[in-house]
């Protein structure tokens, strides 16, 4: 018993296991303060883009897109998935979406053939920009408008 509390009092005493708390608590600040409301605000602002031009700006997509992988990189680290601390600790996110940061995929590679292959498919996807996924995005929606509206001129047209 006495050496399970000597344990115990050497582990409370270690400085690096604080150090991190205080880290989560910050990055858990900054989520709820910062984070947070700058996505609320970017809804609203999609939002009256998609209300008063008909298509979201490109420009506030592609910041969501590296917001979203930034508040990805907050989560990953509070709930100790990551030892990587977040900007501005580290590099801010550049646009490309990191599968071992965002999907929680493992940076070694796994023997399993079924593992490779999907860690494989997902590197590949995540060197993908994201404006190039959110232009395939918008390219879809376009497509889709265009065919409702070919269809009402089609039934006025009858």
Known sequence: MPEQL?????????????????FVIFFIVVLHLIIGPLIVLLALAQSLFLVFTAKANENLSGFG??????AAQILNFVTFHSERRPFP??????GRVDSAEVAG?????????SA????????????????????KAA?????????KASSKVAKKVQ
């Open 6 to 22: 000597n344990d115990l009092v050497e582990n409370v005493r270690e400085l690096s296991g604080w150090v991190r708390v205080l």
């Open 65 to 70: 897109a590296l917001l979203a992988t930034y």
């Open 89 to 94: 600790f580290s590099d801010f996110p550049d």
């Open 105 to 113: 995929v493992d940076a070694e590679p796994s023997k399993s053939m």
């Open 116 to 135: 490779g292959f999907l860690q494989k498919e997902l590197k590949a996807e995540a060197e993908k920009p994201a404006r190039e996924v959110l232009k």
């Open 139 to 147: 390219s879809k929606r376009k497509a889709v408008r265009k065919k």
